[in-house]
């Protein structure tokens, strides 16, 4: 069984920086792609990044890209979600997710995913 906790959610103003991270416990994740969704209110979860424990291989949506960096600790066993120029329309709660089947045509797609954590709040104000 592998159990994942987020944190570092909060209110921030646009413009502003906030860095999440995943704490991941359990054997055999590692090998495993770890990868960050978010859902917005009223919206379905969507995939944010993904990293793959091995390579440190990293993977972003569009909408992202340039302004958010995933990487993992190793010792820590944590996966972290540095976010940058926050927007307004960044705001959702951001779960971490991994899984044993993850492949890459399955990245961004939450059904592949195993195991969740219980998400973190993330709101920016304008």
């Known amino acids: 069984q592998v159990q994942l906790v987020e944190s570092g959610g909060g209110l921030v103003q646009a413009g502003d920086s906030l860095k999440l991270s995943c704490t991941i416990n359990g054997r055999n994740f590692r090998g495993h792609k770890v990868a960050w969704f978010r859902q917005a209110p009223g919206q379905v979860r969507v995939f944010t990044a993904a990293?793959?424990?091995?390579?440190?291989?990293?993977y972003y949506a569009d909408s992202v890209k340039g302004r958010f960096t995933i990487s993992r600790d190793n010792a820590e066993n944590t996966v972290s979600l540095q976010m940058n120029s926050l927007k307004p329309e960044d705001t959702a709660v951001y779960y971490c997710a991994t899984g044993a089947r993850i492949i890459l045509s399955s990245l961004r797609n939450e059904a592949a995913y195993d195991y969740w954590g219980q998400g973190t709040q993330v709101t920016v104000s304008s």
């Open positions: 990293i793959s424990w091995n390579d440190r291989r990293t």
